[in-house]
């Protein structure tokens, strides 16, 4: 059982910068991959980075490409994701998801092993 626990989400005005924080417990496997979603209300869930646990290989969606930056602490066991230039439409509940996956390579992630709680951003005009 892994477990997932996000936290940073909080109300910023656009243009603002954050960062959430995803730690990881429980009984992880050497290969895996983390990743980001978000869920905006009245929308699906919307896969944005993912990251190698072993590599730091990243992927990110055309959507936040350029603006956030997803990394990883080995001896925290925790993943970051930064989030700059936050604008109205960022608003969400973002998920941090886990996948057991070999390859060294970040690719877009489906099919979640585990998912976190979930922490909610809300972006101010």
Known sequence: QVQLSESGGRL???GASLRLSCAVSGRTFSTFHLGWFRQAPGK???FIASIVWSSRSTYYAD???GRFT???DIAEETTYLQMNS???EDTAVYY???KFKVGV???PLVD???WGKGTLVTVSS
């Open 12 to 14: 910023v005005q656009a």
């Open 44 to 46: 699906e869930r919307e």
């Open 63 to 65: 959507s936040v490409k």
């Open 70 to 72: 997803i990394s990883r």
């Open 86 to 88: 936050l604008k109205p």
């Open 96 to 98: 941090c998801a886990y």
């Open 105 to 107: 390579v970040a690719t």
């Open 112 to 114: 979640i092993d585990y």
